[in-house]
């Protein structure tokens, strides 16, 4: 069982700035990638950021420039610097984890998800 919960959603205003951050517990095992994915209310869930095990990173081209994903692997947590904010960067912005887990005679993989954090960009 692995659980994401995340931190540091709140009200920005344009042109301002909002870390977000996302630890995992229980029994990670190997995580391979963490990311960060925001939805608004009819449109669909989007990745926005996304960075793997060894480092390497995914930005949204409405990301670029703009937005900065690091981890920690040590401590199983990501984070997402977002500069420069839009109000189109409104959202619910999830946390996502996938790994593996050892199994009998095989491994398992899981794909989990936060419960979500508000992000807001207004004046």
């Known amino acids: 069982q692995v659980q994401l919960v995340e931190s540091g959603g709140g009200l920005a205003q344009p042109g301002g700035s909002l870390r977000l951050s996302c630890a995992a517990s229980?029994?990670?095992?190997?995580?391979?990638?963490m990311g960060w994915y925001r939805q608004v209310p009819g449109k669909y869930r989007e990745l926005v950021a996304r960075?793997?095990?060894?480092?390497?990173?995914f930005y949204a081209d409405s990301a670029k420039g703009r937005f900065t994903i690091s981890r920690d692997n040590a401590k199983n947590t990501v984070s997402l610097q977002m500069n420069s904010l839009k109000p189109e960067d409104t959202a619910v912005y999830y946390c996502?984890?996938?790994?593996?887990?050892?199994?009998?005679?095989?491994?398992?993989?899981?794909?989990?998800w936060g419960e979500g954090t508000l992000v807001t960009v207004s004046s």
């Open positions: 960075i793997t095990n060894g480092g390497s990173t």
């Open positions: 996502n984890a996938d790994g593996k887990v050892p199994t009998v005679g095989s491994e398992a993989s899981y794909d989990v």
């Open positions: 229980g029994d990670i095992f190997t995580i391979d990638a």
